[in-house]
């Protein structure tokens, strides 16, 4: 049954309950009366000394009785199909329960779904304008460099649920980012573009993760970063994500003393205006 349909059945199950109800009440109000009316008849015997009128007042009481009983049974039917409405009402109550929560759970999936697709056009938005002003390179004297302000060192596991959408948060801020997927080309030497990344970005960030540690291109971006930070500049940006400081301080005592952000504690967007402002100072 649809929603608006249990709702209508149990405001007609409260009708007839409020009806039985109001029933079982004038039958007490009657039964009340009646035993009344007995105790009378049996006052009335009790003081009686005709007879004949004693047995004219029992064959009352007699009546009277059978009176009060036929309506205690009548009370008793109403009562059973008040209790028995009672039981519906409940189990259209436990249905309706249920029906709304598949509601919420399927509005919750629908949400969901055009959150994706909204977040899927933003981050196509931001590729498109990310491409075109590097289109807008090309036209610029092969003898210049381009600059960066940042480069993102990070293990590809984490790419999916973190590091793409927080690279597209940074570009949204309006920095130029050193990013495998945006400066990587068919037939590039792998090291010379991370060598030239390095080189010519401001900073580094530094996705700390498990799988980083794990793996070597990660490390050697680091230690890379590590070699600008010995001529004096304070160049890496550490992010600590699903990952506590004691497994920092495990991996590397150094890098767990540079102040870090913890990605479970922002958004992408949150996360990138905090790095924005220490770029952009």
């Known amino acids: 049954m649809s929603i608006s349909s249990l709702v209508s059945s149990i405001h007609s199950v409260d009708n007839e309950i409020h009806n039985y109800q109001q029933q079982i009440s004038s039958l007490d109000n009657r039964i009340t009366s009646k035993r009344r009316e007995a105790n009378s008849i049996l006052d009335k015997i009790s003081r009686e000394k005709d007879l004949k009128k004693i047995v004219q007042l029992q064959k ?12 205690e ?22 249905q309706l329960g249920k029906e709304e929560q598949k509601e919420r759970e399927n509005s919750k ?8 697709v909204q ?16 289109s807008l390179d090309w036209l610029k004297p092969v003898t210049v460099k381009k600059q960066y302000h940042v480069f993102v060192s990070h293990a590809w596991e984490d790419k999916e649920d973190f590091v793409r959408p927080f690279v597209n948060a940074l570009v949204a801020e309006g920095l130029s980012v050193w990013y495998d997927e945006f400066e990587l080309k068919v037939g590039d030497s792998l090291r010379r573009s991370i060598d030239n990344g390095l080189k010519n970005s401001k900073y580094g960030i530094v996705v700390l993760s498990e799988h980083f540690f794990r793996k070597e ?3 050697k971006e680091l230690d ?22 004691n497994e920092v301080l495990n991996y590397s005592p150094m890098i767990a003393d540079i102040k870090a952000l913890n990605t479970s504690d922002f958004t992408f967007e949150e996360l990138a205006k905090e790095i924005a402002k220490v770029i952009l100072r």
């Open 73 to 94: 049974k009548e009370k008793s039917s109403n009562e059973k199909n008040l209790a028995d409405k009672r039981k519906k009402k409940n189990e259209l109550q436990i």
């Open 224 to 245: 890379g970063l590590f070699a600008k930070e010995v001529n004096g500049e304070k160049v890496i940006l550490p992010l600590w994500h699903k990952i506590s400081k």
């Open 60 to 71: 009352d009481l007699t009546r009277k009785n059978e009176e009060i009983t036929s309506v």
């Open 119 to 134: 977040q899927e056009i933003s981050r196509e938005m931001e590729r498109q304008r990310f491409l075109s002003r590097q």
């Open 217 to 219: 291109w990660p490390q």
């Open 109 to 116: 999936r629908e949400q969901e779904k055009i959150l994706s």
